[in-house]
């Protein structure tokens, strides 16, 4: 039998694979996510087993060494304790009142184009710049640095709050087993599958990709050449998501036969490529792993749950609290996931600057409005 060394070593090197087909492996993953003290404190009163350590670090390993000689005992054992912690958690949160917190934020901004580092924009924007002026730098803070600041902190405090407020839908499946404790790559089981849960959009670039295959310009230089044609004057000097947020508008408010068409006319091609998309969800779910930051590189097993507004895709964020739309979408796809075939949620994928090829299981749910 595979030691716990072995498994060990193939988590911290991102080697997850195996894990989807060894039970011993699952086990190792399952015990993982309940290492922290409190937790193996609980598990050993709840199942009377008792491990002889020295140091806390050691814990994992005399429980994986124990519990590995009956792997189909352990199992019941395991997933037993967990699912009742996972309750105790779950009913900790007031649901209600974190929904009514989530719909106070009214724009969801970031403030700046940082990509997820805010440091590193503040650095290269203010810090490391040419001919240096404090007083210049002081005049930045009203205007620039505190919509930046506060734009990612309360974008990030409502992407953190949306995630609990969703990973709680599906943690109270009964087809899923969560971690109860942080895991990496790991944020639940579903039939005893490990998957990684990833809350995102249609992307903006996959959007542009596709469009590029049909022949289709890019939004922005469609927008401004019929904004010409209409003539819709516009700040040419701004960030691009401003210039594409004024042309509509302007187009929105003006609402004749020609602004509405346009406007029709890229919602049409929008809802097209989500068509194909949707009848074929494994190719999104490759493009979201070759096309993920590399700072955040993993090659666990994802599950992308997709939010779309069809009315504005711009607001796709609002989505997140949704749970009128979200919990059923959600439940709908745990009641049939047995009778998904695995295979064909197999996804082989490559990544620049990896030496080798990835696979893994991988499946997308829609959430659309």
């Given amino acids: 039998m595979k030691n716990f060394e072995y498994w060990e070593n193939l988590h911290k090197n991102e080697q997850l694979e195996e894990f989807n087909r060894d039970r011993v492996g699952l086990l190792w993953l399952k015990l993982k996510s309940i290492i922290r003290i409190e937790l193996v404190g609980g598990f050993l009163a709840f199942s009377g087993y008792k491990i002889n350590t020295k140091r806390q670090s050691d814990n994992f390993k005399a429980l994986f060494d124990l519990l590995s000689k009956n792997v189909d005992k352990s199992f019941v054992l395991l997933d037993t304790y967990i699912k009742q912690v996972s309750q105790q958690q779950i009913e900790s949160i007031d649901i209600s009142k974190l929904i009514s917190e989530l719909y106070k934020l009214k724009h969801f901004d970031w403030g700046g184009d940082y990509q997820n580092s805010l440091d590193k924009y503040l650095v290269s924007q203010y ?33 953190y709050w ?20 942080k895991i990496k790559s790991v944020d639940f089981f579903i039939n005893n599958i490990p998957f990684d849960l990833k809350v995102t959009y249609l992307p903006a670039e996959y959007i542009k990709q596709k469009r590029k295959e049909k022949g289709l310009p890019i939004e ?8 010409k044609v209409a003539r819709i004057d516009f700040d040419k000097n701004t960030r691009p998501n401003n210039i594409f947020y004024e042309i509509t508008e302007k187009m929105k408010d003006r609402s004749d036969t020609f602004c509405n068409q346009v406007l029709q006319t890229l919602k049409d091609e929008k809802l097209e490529i989500l068509q194909e998309v949707q009848a074929n969800p494994q190719l999104l779910a490759k493009w979201l792993y070759e096309n993920q930051g590399e700072m955040r590189f993993g090659s666990e097993n994802r599950l992308f749950l ?11 964020w609002k989505l997140k609290r949704n749970i009128d739309l979200l919990k059923p979408t959600i439940e709908n796809y745990l009641d049939n996931f047995n009778t998904k075939n695995i295979d064909d949620l197999q996804v082989s994928f490559e990544f620049k600057g990896k030496p080798h090829g990835f696979s893994a299981l991988a499946d997308v749910i829609f959430v659309v409005k």
């Fill in 306 to 316: 997709v939010l779309i507004d069809t009315d504005d895709f711009n607001n796709s």
């Fill in 127 to 159: 810090i490391k710049i040419p001919n240096p002026s404090y007083d210049n730098l002081m005049s930045k803070f009203d205007t620039e640095i505190n919509p930046a600041v506060q734009g990612y902190v309360l974008n990030s405090w409502y992407n």
């Fill in 162 to 181: 949306s995630s609990v407020l969703i990973e709680n839908i599906f943690k109270s499946h009964s087809a899923v087993l969560p971690t109860v404790g």
């Fill in 220 to 227: 922005l230089i469609f927008l401004k050449q019929k904004a």
